[in-house]
């Protein structure tokens, strides 16, 4: 399964010593862990010179998810968001991730409708799912619990 991490929360799992070690556990040390970034997103991360080594190491051992600006620009023409992160919603969307760690309330808002985060094509394969893999937001709920519950799931890029 793939996470987002918004700008804002980044330095607590990419920095030298995490301040939030259970997600970087993740991402770091479990095989089906993936970091998904793109348009704007991207260009805000690798601003960070500090996490350049981090993202080199995810790079090479193939857990990083980066969506072409293209389709971002391209998703992005299809709805209309409260937030000022409209290119989290398009990855989202495109890539049909469903696990999201920011602190941006207005991103969290336009995170938890329906309507923008889960688009007629994308429904998820898992027959258990209940709610069309709603997007979860990392920082809402027992870390632990939410990588246990959710962290393992294939069905979802």
């Known amino acids: 399964m793939a996470v987002i991490i918004d700008n804002d929360v980044i330095h607590r799992v990419m920095g030298v010593s995490p301040k939030?070690?259970?997600?970087s556990n993740w991402l770091f040390n479990k095989h089906s862990a993936r970091l998904a970034y793109g348009g704007e997103l991207k260009s805000e991360?690798?601003?960070?010179?500090?996490?350049?080594?981090?993202?080199?190491?995810?790079?090479?051992?193939?857990?990083?998810?980066?969506?072409?600006?293209?389709?971002?620009?391209?998703e992005k023409?299809?709805?209309?968001?409260?937030?000022?992160?409209?290119?989290?919603?398009?990855?989202?969307?495109?890539?049909?991730?469903?696990?999201?760690?920011?602190?941006?309330?207005?991103?969290?808002?336009?995170?938890?409708?329906?309507?923008?985060?889960?688009?007629?094509?994308?429904?998820?394969?898992?027959?258990?799912?209940?709610?069309y893999c709603r997007v979860k937001i990392y920082n809402e709920i027992k870390g632990d619990e939410l990588l246990s519950k959710y962290g393992g799931c294939e069905s979802i890029a």
């Open 20 to 23: 939030d070690p259970k997600l």
């Open 45 to 74: 991360i690798l601003k960070h010179k500090k996490y350049e080594e981090n993202l080199a190491k995810l790079k090479t051992a193939g857990k990083i998810i980066d969506v072409p600006s293209a389709d971002i620009r391209s």
């Open 77 to 131: 023409n299809k709805f209309e968001c409260k937030s000022d992160d409209p290119d989290i919603i398009a990855i989202v969307r495109i890539k049909g991730i469903r696990l999201v760690s920011t602190k941006d309330n207005d991103l969290k808002t336009d995170l938890r409708s329906k309507r923008l985060t889960i688009p007629e094509r994308r429904r998820c394969k898992r027959p258990t799912c209940k709610a």
